[in-house]
RNA sequence: GUGGGUGUAGCUCAGUGGUAGAGCACUGGAUUGUGGCUCCGGACGUCGCGGGUUCAAUUCCCGUCAUUCACCCCA
């Protein structure tokens, strides 16, 4: 029989790996709510319009990326490939503008885009995202980079760096998109394939590619900045001034273009420089997307949000060291007392400690080394200590050893875990 | 989607045209109430899968799948 594996491009995640996704996902929460971001968990699936209309029909990721199938009754569905696109809807949906002025949500998921699978880039993974509505900047712009920047250094990932640019708004994109086509066209056959195929369809893109011939030309390109109108102008220098304000480093990058049409004004990006993580070093991307909302039919309203690639920030963590499965291991001295075991784990549980105990009735050496491996604590439990009531726990760091009554134990395995 | 590399034990990897090895991990013991270190023993592989060449293929060839790197894209 063909052994069932996996579809391509998207991972089991089990123990012990999953521990870490766990502390990575504890720590966004808790910096989330920190922040007053609250959490949306809109689903996975969603109507196709949604993103051919948010995320912009020329994308990559709307033209050849996504999961998209007709359910029985005919209608075409979308595996969500990000998730600002489902919050808007929601947003809108549950008319939240009319509840409350001001909107903070969070969101922590998979996510589906159809690539060629690499280190760091697979076709489902996880993001972690927050959005904010109502609130046109520039001082939240700022303050989001810099708790993403804060959150990234509590991770204990310090080497990363913070892209930030500006789109301007809708005439501004307008104005440069003519600007930079009248520049490019006249090195239409110098170009890439790729970029010679974007001139028209996505000509900002063509800014940030990575061929040589393109970097070049894109060198004497016209410079985003220099086309931003005032008001745009004083938004992002008001950004920048927060973040300098907040002691936040950054590097201003006019060519930075991200490949989501909906941005508007603040974009940014932060990568990582750990060596784990290969060519797919963007932690982090986001910006302002002032017009979606609107043109989803909503009323005018302003917003930002950010996501992050939980698989590469895994990558870009630094290793930490396991700390145990549990609290303490029970051992049987002999294979008659695991009655006794059993026992003993359930109140050393109910107490509130994590416990563990190989019951399957092997050797005193044998349950040592199991509990050596997964726990600091170890408790042995012998005909001796049933009869006089006591437990006795060895420190299996020092190797000290300590008795304690049945009702006194939790105290003293607290008082021993520090 | 394009081009290249790599698939041998759970992991990291040697190796050979005559059907396989190391280290780590796992496991039993040395030690009749105690783990880690050391020593002795044990289990573990359809050599990714399919086809071809050959008396014989894990080894050579082709295909395929997986993975990885670059491009691409992006988180």
Sequence with gaps: MKKLRTVKGMNDILPPESARWHRLERAFRTTMRRHGFGEARPPIVEPTALFVRSIGEATDIVEKEMYTFTDRGEKSLTLRPEGTASCARAYLQHNVQAIEPVTKWFYVGPMYRRERPAKGRYRQFYQAGAELYGDPGPYVDAEMIDMIVSFLRELGVEDVEVMVNSLGSGETRARFREALVAYLEPFADQLSADSQR???????????????????????????LEYLGD???????EVRA????????????PRLVRGLDYYTRTLFEIRGRGG???AQNALCGGGRYDGMIEELGGKKTPAIGFAMGLERLLLAMPE??????????????SPSLRREVVSVCRDLRASGLS????????????????????APLAIIVGEDEVERGVLQIKNLSDSSQHEATRAGAPALIRELLG
């Design 231 to 237: 008001e745009d102008r004083e938004h992002f220098d």
């Design 198 to 224: 974007r001139l028209h369809v996505n000509p900002l893109r063509v800014l940030d590619s990575k061929a040589p011939q393109d970097q070049e030309i894109a060198e004497g390109a016209p410079n985003i």
């Design 355 to 374: 416990v563990d105990a190989d019951l399957r009735g092997g050797s005193l050496k044998s349950q040592m080394r199991r509990a050596n491996k997964n």
């Design 242 to 253: 927060t973040l300098t304000a907040l002691g936040t480093p950054f590097v201003v990058s």
């Design 320 to 333: 930490e060291e396991d700390a145990g499965r549990v609290d303490v291991f029970v051992i049987a001295r």
């Design 276 to 278: 784990e993580l290969g």
